[in-house]
């Protein structure tokens, strides 16, 4: 499976942006997907994932703020980011295929590139 993610930009705190991630070569709707993201001279953080059932979760920073969602028929994955805030500012993420627990970056299988957030204050 390639992961391509598109969709970050530099925005003004309190904006939002919607992160997409392609999913191409395989279908992946029996996998759980997530997002994580990278800050400069961080190590990279679990965002958010969802289940190939259903089931979501979020790193406490982003509840209520961020939502994770899929169109399985698409092959798509989405993270829609509202009241952003600069902390949010990093490289985010998309990933496939992973075993619990789902929130451990070294359980996924898939990695796209990135696509950079920069929010302003």
């Known amino acids: 499976v390639q992961l391509q993610a598109s969709g970050g930009g530099l925005v003004q705190a309190g904006g939002s942006l919607r992160l997409s991630c392609a999913a191409s070569g395989h279908s992946f709707r029996s996998y759980t997907v997530a997002w994580f993201r990278q800050a400069p001279g961080k190590e990279r953080e679990f965002v958010s994932f969802?289940?190939?059932?259903?089931?979501?979760d979020y790193a406490d920073s982003v509840k209520g703020r961020f939502t994770i969602s899929r169109d399985n028929a698409k092959n798509m994955m989405y993270l829609q980011m509202n009241s952003l805030k600069p902390e949010d500012s990093a490289v985010y993420y998309c990933?496939?295929?992973?075993?619990?627990?789902?929130?451990?970056?070294?359980?996924?299988?898939?990695w796209g590139q990135g696509t950079l957030v920069t929010v302003s204050s």
């Open positions: 990933a496939a295929q992973s075993a619990p627990p789902y929130s451990n970056v070294r359980n996924y299988g898939y």
């Open positions: 969802l289940t190939w059932g259903g089931r979501t």
